[in-house]
């Protein structure tokens, strides 16, 4: 959690940053502390532009499907 938010901080208003998540920002603060969570969800909205998709995961279908990754030997 706090590498994410130093990662945020550092390209905050010097780098682009994309991040994609199954989770809304307003439930970031499941992943780490309300503060944390607050300050890098607002770094991350201020100026961004929001992708949002629909519809069934390829990569979850692929997984089920057992199409998924194959493991490194």
Do not use: W
């Not at 780098?15 to 499941?30: Q, T, Y």
């Not at 532009?49 to 692929?62: A, I, K, P, W």
């Amino acid at each position: 959690a706090e590498g994410l938010y130093r990662l945020v901080d550092a390209a905050y208003e010097k780098r682009s940053v994309a991040i994609s998540s199954n989770l809304h920002p307003a439930a970031f603060d499941e992943l780490m502390p309300k503060t944390l969570a607050t300050a890098t969800v607002d770094r991350l909205l201020h100026h961004a532009h929001v992708c949002q998709t629909t519809g069934e995961s390829v990569r979850l279908t692929q997984a089920l499907a057992g199409q998924g990754v194959s493991p490194l030997s």
